[in-house]
């Protein structure tokens, strides 16, 4: 399966392909965003399963190769108030945007005024106009205040027609992609995803009524084209009446609740969360995952010897719950160490203490058996002969 999510920025673009990556399993494939055409070649020997997101306009070459290939194509639409108060955030921190026409809304003298009012009138239009492009073809159109409002239902529909996902991937995929479960999945330090901690904001709607005030950009933002169609045709206008939505509460399909840590003060990683709603037994055997004390506790078993493995042979490396269930998670670690019940188990025990502690952010409370276990293996070495 295939997916592009080809859609204006700043409109929910990490937040979908984080959902639909979680639903459908599927690699997420970079893409720099500076790139004005898709890179049909890089995608092309990127195999059959793969989703992307991306900021480019349709053009005839691309158009067909998406119809030829069979690819999902879905656009994210946001309140255009909201955009442009989502932009002005982004380019003041992101150190990827130095060419960026948006950074004159970031002007802070005399001249702020009219800085913003040229971007809005000379660059906003083509901003807005990637995901209105992509609809007028055809492409699935995802509304941000759709999602905020009841992710399961959009996402329901949205799978829908394209494959059909079980209401507990639905599920996983929903608790796994709210904001403050995203951000723990960062590491700004490493750098091991494709965004910062700060892209995310917090997911809202309606911020432009504070950010936004009475003056020439909100005049030409209601009055002037493109924006009044636009406006039309995405359903929004700039009436301060309106009510924002309200965001949907995920606690009551959160097995962890909103903790994050467990009650030993650990703290509780997206990648435990997962390796729980995948197990189907998960909910009947730890009703209260976020409890650490106690035999039987799902803390205690994502550090216990993995039976899966063979775990906690006398003389070789241990391998935990905790590092299986990853493993199962990662094909390409697979691939890299086939047998970890044998020939491999040392080089994988290795890889989790080094990259996936760092790449999961995982506390080193997980670490802790496995190097006790490296230190057991140690050879005792006889004093050295003359």
């Given at each position: 399966?295939?997916?592009?999510?080809?859609?204006?920025?700043?409109?929910?673009?990490?937040?979908?392909?984080?959902?639909?990556?979680?639903?459908?399993?599927?690699?997420r494939?970079?893409v720099d965003p500076?790139?004005?055409f898709?890179?049909?070649?890089?995608?092309?020997?990127?195999?059959?399963?793969?989703?992307?997101?991306?900021?480019?306009?349709p053009?005839?070459?691309?158009v067909?190769?998406?119809?030829?290939?069979?690819?999902?194509?879905?656009?994210?639409?946001?309140?255009?108030?909201?955009?442009?108060?989502?932009l002005?955030?982004?380019?003041?921190?992101?150190e990827?945007?130095?060419?960026?026409?948006?950074?004159a809304?970031?002007?802070?003298?005399?001249?702020?005024?009219?800085?913003?009012l040229?971007?809005?009138?000379?660059?906003?239009?083509?901003?807005?106009?990637?995901s209105?492009?992509?609809?007028?073809?055809?492409?699935?159109?995802?509304?941000?205040?759709?999602?905020?409002?009841?992710?399961m239902?959009?996402?329901?529909?949205?799978?829908?027609?394209?494959?059909p996902?079980?209401?507990?991937?639905?599920r996983?995929?929903?608790v796994?992609?709210?904001f403050?479960?995203?951000?723990?999945?960062?590491?700004?330090?490493?750098g091991?995803?494709?965004?910062?901690?700060?892209?995310?904001?917090g997911?809202?709607?309606?911020?432009?009524?504070?950010?936004?005030?009475?003056?020439?950009v909100?005049?030409v933002l209601?009055?002037?084209?493109?924006?009044?169609?636009?406006?039309?045709?995405?359903?929004?206008?700039?009436?301060?009446?309106?009510p924002p939505v309200?965001p949907?509460?995920?606690a009551?399909?959160?097995?962890?609740g909103?903790?994050?840590?467990?009650?030993?003060g650990?703290?509780?990683?997206p990648?435990?969360?997962?390796?729980?709603?995948?197990?189907?037994?998960?909910?009947?055997?730890?009703?209260?995952?976020?409890?650490?004390?106690g035999a039987?506790?799902?803390?205690?078993?994502?550090?216990?010897?993995?039976?899966?493995?063979d775990?906690?042979?006398?003389?070789?490396?241990?391998?935990?719950?905790?590092?299986v269930?990853?493993?199962r998670?990662?094909?390409?670690?697979?691939?890299a160490?086939?047998?970890?019940?044998?020939?491999?188990?040392?080089?994988?025990?290795?890889?989790?203490?080094?990259y996936?502690?760092?790449?999961?952010?995982?506390?080193?409370?997980?670490?802790?058996?496995?190097?006790?276990?490296?230190?057991?293996l140690?050879?005792?070495?006889?004093?050295a002969g003359?």
């Amino acid at each position: 399966m295939k997916i592009a999510i080809l859609s204006t920025p700043k409109t929910g673009n990490v937040w979908l392909s984080t959902l639909l990556t979680e639903a459908y399993g599927l690699p997420r494939v970079p893409v720099d965003p500076s790139l004005r055409f898709l890179p049909i070649d890089m995608l092309e020997s990127s195999g059959e399963n793969w989703l992307i997101y991306a900021h480019v306009y349709p053009d005839d070459r691309t158009v067909e190769w998406l119809r030829r290939t069979g690819v999902h194509v879905v656009s994210t639409v946001r309140h255009p108030g909201d955009v442009l108060v989502s932009l002005r955030h982004y380019v003041s921190w992101s150190e990827h945007n130095a060419d960026d026409p948006a950074r004159a809304l970031l002007v802070d003298h005399a001249d702020a005024e009219s800085a913003a009012l040229r971007y809005v009138r000379e660059h906003f239009p083509n901003v807005l106009g990637i995901s209105a492009s992509w609809i007028r073809l055809g492409a699935s159109r995802v509304r941000y205040r759709d999602l905020l409002a009841d992710p399961m239902g959009t996402m329901r529909t949205l799978t829908g027609r394209m494959q059909p996902v079980d209401e507990r991937d639905l599920r996983r995929a929903v608790v796994l992609s709210q904001f403050h479960r995203m951000k723990a999945a960062v590491d700004p330090k490493q750098g091991l995803q494709p965004w910062s901690e700060r892209h995310f904001r917090g997911g809202r709607t309606g911020d432009w009524r504070d950010e936004i005030g009475e003056g020439p950009v909100l005049d030409v933002l209601r009055t002037e084209e493109p924006f009044v169609t636009l406006l039309e045709a995405m359903g929004y206008t700039f009436d301060r009446d309106q009510p924002p939505v309200e965001p949907f509460s995920c606690a009551a399909i959160d097995p962890f609740g909103a903790e994050v840590t467990f009650d030993n003060g650990v703290r509780i990683c997206p990648v435990m969360i997962r390796a729980y709603m995948l197990d189907p037994e998960a909910e009947r055997r730890w009703p209260d995952p976020v409890a650490a004390s106690g035999a039987g506790s799902y803390y205690e078993w994502l550090n216990a010897p993995a039976a899966a493995a063979d775990g906690g042979r006398a003389g070789e490396a241990l391998l935990t719950n905790l590092a299986v269930a990853i493993y199962r998670m990662r094909p390409d670690v697979q691939a890299a160490y086939a047998d970890i019940a044998g020939a491999h188990r040392l080089a994988f025990a290795w890889w989790f203490v080094t990259y996936a502690m760092a790449e999961y952010r995982l506390p080193p409370e997980f670490a802790a058996p496995i190097q006790a276990s490296f230190a057991r293996l140690a050879p005792r070495l006889g004093p050295a002969g003359g």
